[in-house]
């Protein structure tokens, strides 16, 4: 799985929009680009995936640029509750040859401020 | 609330003592994960089951470390002989063979004086 480099921490306004960025320069064509979040003392949450369109759910938006080394994750409107580590995971999608396992590395720490 | 339930939510126990954790996955999902997450680290992959059948194991699972998923439901983690490296946060995740989303459980804290 390829690998994927995240800023440690950044902050945001509670109410404006938290962009959060990730690169995976190495990623392959049938790579997945995956975002999870853990809030402190819980486990991780699912929260968005894609390959090279940008997606959109009721939790995050996500945005892959046209050469997919890169994608943001966009939470329009963030909340005290989005407070939490953020990990970018890139792997292949399930029927794909996935290992089925999650590769983590350290993530960025989304605190949202009031 | 993921529907993925672990037990117990915190253990203690002293160095050289064997300790065993259990995991409630979703009771439709066939696919069944363990994890270990130490301070400031991202969650570390430690075995895998789809049903039963034990279909992969990371390195980090040294022989003092076993896990069973006996009848495809429930998953146990048993740690022998622990140590002191051994204290982490022990996370189980579910997920069905047909969705890329794993739902994790709340974890098992575990600390070894």
């Known amino acids: 799985d390829a690998k994927t480099t995240q800023p440690p921490s950044m902050d945001c306004a509670e109410g404006r929009a938290a962009n959060l960025p990730c690169n995976h320069s190495?990623?392959?064509?049938?790579?997945?680009v995956y975002w999870y979040r853990q809030i402190h003392s819980q486990g991780p949450q699912y929260i968005i995936h894609?390959?090279?369109n940008n997606e959109t759910n009721e939790m995050a938006s996500l945005i892959i640029t046209e050469d997919r080394k890169s994608s943001t994750l966009i939470l329009p409107h963030a909340t005290l509750r989005d407070t939490a580590v953020y990990y970018c995971?890139?792997?292949?999608?399930?029927?794909?040859?996935?290992?089925?396992?999650?590769?983590f590395g350290t993530g960025t720490l989304l605190a949202v401020q009031p | 609330d993921t529907g993925v339930s672990q037990d117990p939510r915190h253990k203690i126990t002293k160095r050289g003592q064997n300790v065993t954790f259990r995991c409630d996955p979703i009771s439709e999902h066939n696919r069944l994960y363990w994890y270990r997450q130490t301070l400031g680290q991202g969650p570390e992959f430690l075995t895998y089951f789809q049903n039963e059948a034990q279909l992969e194991k990371s390195r980090l699972l040294s022989d003092r470390f076993s896990a069973e998923r006996p009848k495809g439901s429930f998953s146990t983690l048993e740690i022998q002989r622990t140590e002191q490296g051994d204290s982490a946060m022990y996370l189980c995740?579910?997920?069905?063979?047909?969705?890329?989303?794993?739902?994790f459980g709340p974890g098992t804290r575990l600390t070894v004086l």
């Open positions: 995740a579910s997920s069905l063979a047909t969705v890329n989303e794993q739902f």
């Open positions: 995971i890139v792997r292949v999608a399930i029927g794909g040859g996935a290992t089925n396992k999650l590769i």
């Open positions: 190495t990623i392959s064509g049938n790579e997945y």
């Open positions: 894609g390959l090279k």
